[in-house]
C-alpha cells in the first residue's frame, strides 16, 4: 500500500513537471504576443487601457491555474491561501516562473532519455539484436548501465529540485508579504486576547458554580447536622448525638474530598511538584475506568504548556465520562523536535460538538499558545482530542 502511495504521488509529480513545461511555453509565448499588441496600443489611451484589462484578466485566469497546479498536483497546501495578489505581483510571476517551468521539461526529457536508453541496450543484449557500430560486449551494456543510471539519478534530485523551486517562486510572489504576515499576526493575537479573557471569565464562573452547587450545600448540610446534635446533647439525648456527629463527621470528609477536587480542577500541585506525567497519572486514577498513558517527552515542556496539556486531557477524559459513555480512554503524549503533540482517544459514542463550552474554552487555550487544537469524534465514535503546541 505504501510502495502504491509513493508511485502515485510521484506520478502526480512528473505530470505537474509535464503541465508546468506546458504552461511555461505558453506563458512565454503570452508574453512575447502581449508585448506586440501592447506596443501599438500605448499611443491610443482608450486602446491601451482596454487592452490592459483584457491582460490582466488573462494573467489572473493563468496564475488561477498554476495555483490549482500546484495544490492538487504538487501537494502545497499553502496554494489555497493565496489570495492576496494583484497583477503587478501575477505579472512578476509569470515572468520569473517560465524559466523555471522550461528548466522542469528539459530535465523530463533528459531522464526519460536515460531511462529509453537503458531499456534499448538492455533489449539488444539480452536478444542479440544491436547496431554494426556497438557490438553486444557486456562491458559496454554495463558501462551504458552506470552512466544512465547516474543520468537517472542526477534527473531525480534535478526533478526534486525544480518542485521545490516552484513553490519557492509561487510562495515569493502570491503568497501573502511580510506586512501581510504582520496583520494577520496583529489579528490572530488581538483574537486570542480575547479568547484569554473570555475562556478565564467561563472559568472563574464555573469555578463559582463548583463552589455554590457543591461545597457550598456540603457546608449547609454540615451547619446543619452539627446544630442537629447540639441540641441533642443540651436535650440529653446523647445517642442521637452521637449519631448527628458521626454524620457531620462523614459529611466534613466528603467536603475535603470536593474541595480538594475542586482545587485540582483550578490548578493541581501536582504540575509544579512532580510534573506532567505525574499529573496525567493522577486524571487517570481518578476515572472509573481503564485509562493507559504513554508519555514520551524526554525535556520537560514550558509551564504555560504543560497547564494547557493538562486541562486538555483532564477535560477529554471529563467529557469521555459523563458523555460519551466510553469504557476506556488512552492518552498519548509526545513531543518532536519544537513541537509537543497530545492525542486523547476514547472508545465512546462519539457525536462530541467542537462548539461546546469545555471544548471551545480549550481551544481558546491552546490557540493563546500558537497551537493546533482538533476533535474528530463521528457519530458512534471513537472520539481523539488532538493539540499540537509549540515548545520553543
Known sequence: MRIWSVATASARLV?????GALTAVATLLGLAL??????????????REASMHRLTRTVLAFVEFERHRLFHLFGDSEAKTYRGYGPE????????RWPVGLLGGGILLLFVYGAATIVVFTWFWLTGRHPDN????????????????????????GLIGVVRLELRVARRFLGPT???????????????????VEAV?????????????????RLVALGMLLGRARRSAAAGDE????????????ESRELLDELREVAWRVYPAALDTLGLRDALAGVAERAPFPVTVRYDVPEPPPAPVVTAAYFVVSEAVTNAVKHASASRVEIVVTRERKTMTVRVT?????????????????????????????VISPVGGPTEVRVTLPCA
Open 201 to 217: 471569565d467561563a472559568e472563574r464562573r464555573r469555578i463559582e458554580r463548583d463552589i455554590h452547587d457543591g461545597v457550598q450545600q
Open 239 to 250: 445517642a442521637k448525638s452521637a449519631g448527628l456527629l458521626a454524620q457531620a463527621h462523614d
Open 178 to 196: 511580510p506586512a501581510d504576515l504582520l496583520r494577520l499576526r496583529i489579528e490572530q493575537l488581538s483574537a486570542t486576547r480575547a479568547d484569554v
Open 134 to 157: 556497438i557490438p553486444p560486449s557486456p562491458w559496454i551494456i554495463t558501462y551504458l548501465a552506470v552512466a544512465c543510471g547516474f543520468a537517472l539519478f542526477l534527473g531525480v534530485q
Open 89 to 96: 505581483r501575477a505579472i512578476a510571476y509569470l515572468g520569473v
Open 34 to 47: 502581449a508585448g506586440l499588441v501592447l506596443a501599438p496600443a500605448l499611443a491610443w489611451p482608450s486602446a
Open 346 to 374: 476514547d472508545d465512546g459514542t462519539g457525536g462530541a460538538d467542537p462548539g461546546g463550552a469545555g471544548l471551545t474554552g480549550l481551544a481558546r487555550r491552546v490557540a493563546a499558545l500558537d497551537g493546533r487544537f482538533t
Open 15 to 19: 505530470w505537474g513537471l509535464v503541465v
